[in-house]
């Protein structure tokens, strides 16, 4: 009787078991074929809520309508500033937005900890036909593109004073530097590393490529040259923060003053009437002649590796650095009190009216064009050290002879940064 | 009082329940038929071995090898991206771990008193004496030992909000754990006192940047304590002359610096000493300087950044102290002047002889406490100078950066996180034994009761 009774049993568990499985099997099929709901949190600037706000909504609606496996797509937006992104973004990944702005210099970090995806191959060249293959490889580190560009991080340009250059004059830094001005300084760049590495830069100097860590040719004959003929003219240049040289650009003291779009609206408010924006110059050293150039960078979407619904998350970020939403965008800034630059990457968009009737983003979108150098992915600390470094040669106090070793030595010291 | 000791230090044998107790917490006192109390404690124990089986031991494992399983990717067929599968996270790692160690203490001070509980009821039994009840010991609560129910709250508020923190954040001073480890993409490990061999001896880089800024943290805790202090005493005592008029008003004028904001101060401050700032700008227009090569670099030299950071803080400072000097001055009583008047004594003695010691005495504790409190003033130095002018043989610091300005440069530029936590122990350290060693070989320590 017991035998039976335990038989029964085993064979009862042994159905619902199988009615079990059976269910299971069931529900993964459904799934399949149910539509899911689809919620995804987006980072955004503060003073982009509204626009984010907008176009993700349009996306929400559109990509639920493509798709038969979703059922209805929400995206919340939040406010994290694309320069603080990443390191929220660290904090928890997990509670981190599904995708966010973040600037190309962070790629370094966020790749390293595994916190956002490389772009798959077919994504990548939807990424280089959108905004070049220039503009993309600014998203590149280690191998693998991490997202969508939708704007220069850093544009830099060339400000001057009307009344004290001509457009001629402007094009080549040995005529600016000639010129008789008399107290007035020729040009003025900023000791901040991101600015005062232009000379380097424009002589060749390589950091960091590829993130080789220990690749730098900033000690290079040509480059200590260059570095030689920037100490050498320090009397007719000026090496100081933006504060100052408003001031000084203001009471015609400083001729042309080389900044970021970040400080445009102080900068152009400070020569008013003979404000000019340019390329940064030619210059000719040993009878060298360089076109001078500068870091650039751009930010870009990218998408949280936690994500629970990262196709999505990518679809996202696709539309939302596409043509449309980049001119949409600007459009929006422009319309804001006071206006705001926000500079396209689309390379369609160069072409486009709208964009072209606004002259300062030629300036911009030229010096862009004009950036062989990729904003690299560098350790925070470099930047002070490198301009500790710049502003000694500047001021003299490490003397011409010395400029090489000391130069091989920061590299040294860069090394284990 | 002998009687009582006498009492206490009669050894009792520890019956059967009390030793059981040990095992089963509250056997004792269920025996003793106190039920709630027998309950409690026993609930604590199952709670805490559940806690245990449930996941305190892992946490306590993971403590010591703070995660093993790097994350990495998964290609699933037919998905675009391959999925992410997140390994072990080396910072909840540590906390978790952390938190069981303190709630381990918890639960053995908890068997303590269980012990304690236990042998009392035990004596109680013995003397004959009533056990008392529930009841009884949570009146107790609210009468005897009502600091007790009193601190509770906010003891526990303590522990879990500050000294949690506190020991985890110490913690990661003998781990690795900095950029090059960040999670959750990697693990950190545990390395000892490596952090603090690099930071003293093994780095060189890294120790010339500490000694360099802890000695000039400690230049700048003792010009910005001590010019403030009596520069703020000799105001105060110009002010308190017998012959001044409208003390009020030169008073209230300089107590207006301390009503603004002192960010604003300083930013203020900042605009006016720059390259081209109001002060160099006014002395190229006056012609005394030719141009703006001969500015001066009030932030960009360093011995003179360093000069202009203590000047500023004087001006921030001063009235601070008049204030403080002001009130003990108008304490002193005007008798004792009569009285040396009349001995023969001039201002300058008495200056020496009755002021000055009566003003030392009072304000040493708070002369100490505002030399701590400079080490650590990281409001000044961060909105002057931001630490700069960069100095170039530092690691991440500028010449008038102080340690707790670079702590911070650490932790949010560079994610030094280890670093950071090894120089904040440091910092600590030097600041505790400065001030226990100062404070107890003051005369307001040693003759506390002797102000009048």
Redesign the interface.
């Given at each position: 009787m017991k035998k039976r009774i335990l038989a029964l049993s085993l064979a009862a568990a042994m159905v619902i078991g199988a009615l079990a499985s059976c269910t299971k099997q069931e529900t993964v099929v459904s799934s399949a074929v149910e539509a899911r709901d689809v919620s995804l949190t987006l980072w955004g600037a503060e003073a982009d809520l509204d626009f984010l706000k907008e176009v993700s909504s349009d996306f929400a609606k559109t990509y639920a309508d493509e798709h038969d496996d979703v059922k209805s797509v929400t995206v919340d937006v939040k406010i994290v500033g694309e320069n603080d992104s990443s390191k929220e973004a660290l904090k928890d990944i997990n509670a981190a937005a599904d995708v966010f702005g973040v600037p190309g210099d962070q790629t370094a970090q966020l790749a390293d900890a595994k916190a956002i995806y490389a772009m798959p191959e077919d994504v990548v060249k939807e990424i280089k036909d959108l905004v070049g293959d220039s503009t993309a490889a600014k998203a590149f580190y280690n191998g693998n593109y991490y997202g969508f560009p939708y704007s220069p991080n850093t544009a830099c340009a060339l400000y001057y004073n009307k009344t004290l250059f001509t457009e001629d004059e402007v094009k080549d830094l040995n005529v600016m530097l000639e010129k008789d001005l008399g107290d007035t300084k020729a040009i003025g760049v900023d000791s901040n590393a991101f600015l005062s590495s232009c000379w380097i830069l424009t002589a060749g100097g390589e950091l960091y490529t590829n993130s080789n860590r220990d690749y730098c040719t900033f000690d290079s004959d040509e480059c200590v040259e260059m570095m030689k003929f920037v100490q050498k003219n320090a009397g007719k240049m000026y090496k100081g923060s933006t504060e100052d040289a408003v001031g000084l650009l203001k009471d015609g003291k400083l001729a042309a003053w080389f900044d970021g779009s970040w400080n445009a609206s102080k900068v152009v408010g400070a020569l008013g009437d003979n404000v000019a924006v340019t390329v940064l110059p030619k210059v000719k050293v040993n009878d060298k002649e360089y076109q001078m150039t500068c870091f650039g960078g751009v930010k870009y979407y990218a998408v949280n590796a936690a994500s629970k619904e990262p196709e999505v998350a990518i679809a996202l970020a696709q539309y939302l650095s596409s043509a449309d939403v980049q001119l949409k965008k600007y459009e929006a800034k422009q319309a804001m009190n006071p206006p705001q630059l926000a500079i396209p990457t689309a390379l369609s968009l160069i072409e486009n009216d709208t964009i072209k009737s606004n002259p300062a983003i030629a300036a911009y979108m030229k010096q862009g064009e004009m950036i062989v150098v990729q904003e690299p992915v560098i350790p925070q600390d470099w930047w002070g050290d490198f301009g500790a470094l710049y502003s000694d040669i500047f001021d003299g106090k490490i003397s011409a002879d010395n400029i090489k070793a000391e130069i091989t030595k920061h590299i040294e010291s860069w090394k284990t940064m | 009082m002998f009687q009582k000791k006498d009492e206490s230090e009669i050894k009792i044998e520890d019956s059967f329940a009390t030793k059981l107790s040990f095992v089963i917490m509250g056997f004792a006192n269920l025996a003793h038929k106190q039920f709630a109390k027998g309950i409690g404690f026993l609930a604590i124990e199952i709670g805490f071995i559940v806690f245990m089986i449930m996941g305190g031991a892992t946490n306590l494992v993971n403590l010591i090898t703070l995660g093993t399983v790097e994350?990495h990717d998964e290609v699933i067929p037919g998905?675009?991206?391959p999925v992410?599968v997140?390994g072990d996270n080396s910072m909840l790692f540590l906390l978790y771990g952390v938190l069981t160690c303190m709630v381990i203490a918890a639960f053995v001070m908890v068997w303590r008193a269980n012990v304690k509980s236990a042998r009392q009821v035990q004596k109680l039994e013995m003397q004959g004496k009533p056990i008392p009840s529930f009841l009884d010991d949570a009146k107790l609560y609210l009468d005897e030992k009502f600091h007790i129910t009193m601190l509770f709250l906010p003891i526990t508020g303590i522990l879990a909000f500050t000294v949690l923190p506190l020991l985890y954040m110490i913690c990661i001073a003998f781990t690795n754990y900095d950029?090059?480890h960040?999670?959750?993409?990697?693990l950190f490990h545990w390395i000892g006192l490596g952090n603090f061999g690099n930071i003293l001896i093994g780095d060189e880089?890294m120790s010339r940047t500490f000694f360099g800024t802890l000695v000039w943290t400690i230049i700048w805790a003792f010009f910005a304590t001590f010019t403030n202090y009596f520069a703020g005493i000799i105001v105060a005592l110009i002010i308190n002359q017998k012959d001044v008029k409208f003390k009020k008003l030169w008073r209230a004028v300089l107590v207006l610096t301390i009503a603004m904001p002192q960010f604003i101060s300083l930013l203020v401050m900042r605009?006016f000493f720059?390259?081209?700032?109001v002060v160099n700008?006014t002395l190229i227009n006056m012609g005394i300087i030719?141009?703006?090569?001969g500015a001066i670099p009030f932030f960009?030299d360093p011995t003179l950044a360093k000069i202009t950071v203590i000047f500023v803080n004087m001006w921030i400072g001063i009235p601070h102290t008049m204030l403080m000097s002001s009130g003990i001055l108008m304490n002193i009583p005007q008798d004792l002047y009569e009285a040396a008047t009349v001995d023969g004594a001039n201002k300058v003695q008495m200056f020496f002889k009755i002021t000055l010691p009566q003003i030392i005495f009072t304000t040493t504790p708070y002369l100490i406490q505002t030399f701590i409190g400079n080490i650590n003033n990281f409001n000044l130095i961060y909105l002057l100078t931001g630490g700069g002018?960069?100095?170039?043989n530092y690691?991440?610091a500028?010449d008038t950066d102080l340690l707790v300005t670079w702590l911070f440069k650490l932790t949010s530029?560079?994610?030094d996180y280890s670093l950071a936590s090894t120089i904040g122990i440091l910092i600590f350290i030097i600041s505790a034994t400065f001030s226990l060693l100062t404070y107890t070989n003051t005369k307001s320590y040693k003759e506390e009761d002797a102000f009048q």
């Open positions: - | 994350t998905k675009i991206l992410r997140f950029r090059e960040q999670v959750p993409g990697n880089r605009c720059s390259n081209y700032g700008r030719k141009n703006i090569d960009e002018p960069v100095n170039a690691y991440s500028g530029d560079n994610r």
